[in-house]
């Protein structure tokens, strides 16, 4: 029986860029590791070997991953993110999809008040939901 299932995000060199992004966009959001690779490591110095972030309570891993890999995130696996706000809703779409690419505009869509799905600049695919 696994003790933890951890969400794991790999980036190509914009790990630490990510986790900036997303400390600033969500209230609670906060870093709990983060490594870097050295000089002598398997990545490009500086860039992120393994790190820990949480976002309302929940701890995801990441790292800047050394090889360059011919896949990336897709919105097949999405983070799905439960509001209390039209508020945070509206500043964490315009926070996610700057850079990024809107999925389904804010909206009613007949099983929430309001929702919205972006991509974030990183790739990263979230879906927004004020029950």
Same mark, same amino acid.
Do not use: K
């Given at each position: 029986?696994?003790?933890?299932?951890?969400?794991? +995000?790999?980036?190509?060199?914009?790990?630490?860029?990510?986790?900036?992004?997303?400390?600033?966009?969500?209230?609670?959001?906060?870093? %709990?590791?983060?490594?870097?690779?050295?000089?002598?490591?398997?990545?490009?110095?500086?860039?992120?070997?393994?790190?820990?972030?949480?976002?309302?309570?929940?701890?995801?891993?990441?790292?800047?991953? @050394?090889?360059?890999?011919?896949?990336?995130?897709?919105?097949? +696996?999405? %983070?799905?993110?439960?509001?209390?706000?039209?508020?945070? +809703?509206?500043?964490?779409?315009?926070?996610?999809?700057?850079?990024?690419?809107?999925?389904?505009?804010?909206?009613?869509?007949?099983?929430?008040?309001?929702?919205?799905?972006?991509?974030?600049?990183?790739?990263?695919?979230?879906?927004?939901?004020? @029950?």
């Amino acid at each position: 029986m696994p003790q933890q299932v951890t969400p794991f +995000l790999m980036f190509t060199g914009d790990a630490e860029r990510a986790i900036e992004l997303y400390t600033s966009l969500f209230d609670d959001a906060r870093v %709990l590791t983060l490594d870097r690779w050295g000089p002598d490591g398997q990545g490009p110095e500086g860039t992120v070997q393994q790190a820990t972030f949480s976002i309302a309570g929940q701890v995801f891993r990441c790292f800047d991953s @050394p090889p360059v890999h011919d896949f990336t995130f897709t919105p097949s +696996l999405s %983070l799905f993110v439960d509001v209390v706000s039209e508020e945070e +809703l509206d500043r964490l779409f315009a926070g996610l999809s700057d850079g990024g690419a809107v999925l389904m505009p804010l909206g009613d869509y007949g099983f929430s008040r309001r929702f919205g799905w972006v991509n974030d600049r990183f790739g990263v695919s979230w879906q927004l939901n004020l @029950p």
